[in-house]
């Protein structure tokens, strides 16, 4: 039994794979994998999200397949069948792709659809980093307070979304670029339970979007990822 998430790029896939690294241990034992795969980049996945994730939803049944693309940016899609104002209009072109493409191969929707699950790294990958908020200060080797951004994270903004606040924060701190194959793992293998980057300690939930993908998957492996 596998879990295949479909992400855009590489640093989605280093990065996700660092977080979830205890929790792919629970897995194995219960007889699952977790493959993170990417789709070079965000047009590319919506083009690519159908075929695929249909591929893995019959060749198993017991197959589950996730679409975690980025919500930013939205703007170049403004206009055209990928057109996704909000979230849920996100949500929804995913569900869209996946179901054209089993009926185009003459497949019952009903029947593969509740193994598909659309989501979104909202605003992008980086807003996990500003979430773990202890450990990005620990890489950056600060003990300053970093700055302010909204809360909950996945909100914070299309004109500074968290990938830019993250870029400025390794200027000021380290004198360099932030790379985000190498950075964003090393940040995120710190975390040693994704509970520290969904809640803060007050209690306020910092991720809604992520956490209902990782609770989406819990109910249907049986292993819970915090």
Known sequence: MKVWVYVEGPADRSGLEALWD??????????WGIHVIPLDGKDK???????HAVEKLIADSRDLVVGLPDYYPNQPYLGTRYQHATLKALLDVQ??????TLESRRCDA??????????SLKHDLEMLLLAAR???CAHLGTPDHLGHWRRPVEDQNHDRPPKRVVEE?????????????????????????????LYLESGQLQCPVFKEML????????????
Request: glycine share 10%; no cysteine; hydrophobic share 40%.
């Open 110 to 119: 009903g029947t593969f659809l509740g193994r598909f699950h659309a989501s």
């Open 45 to 51: 996945f919506f083009r690519k999200i159908g075929a």
């Open 215 to 226: 609770d989406w998957l819990a109910e249907k492996t049986g292993v819970s990822a915090y």
């Open 169 to 197: 924060l390794y200027l000021q701190k380290k004198g360099r670029a932030y790379r985000d194959t190498k950075d964003a793992p090393a940040v995120l293998a710190s975390v040693s339970d994704p509970r520290q980057l």
């Open 95 to 100: 569900q869209k792709l996946v179901r054209d």
């Open 22 to 31: 205890g929790w792919r241990q629970k897995l194995k034992q219960a007889g």
């Open 134 to 136: 202890g450990q990005l």
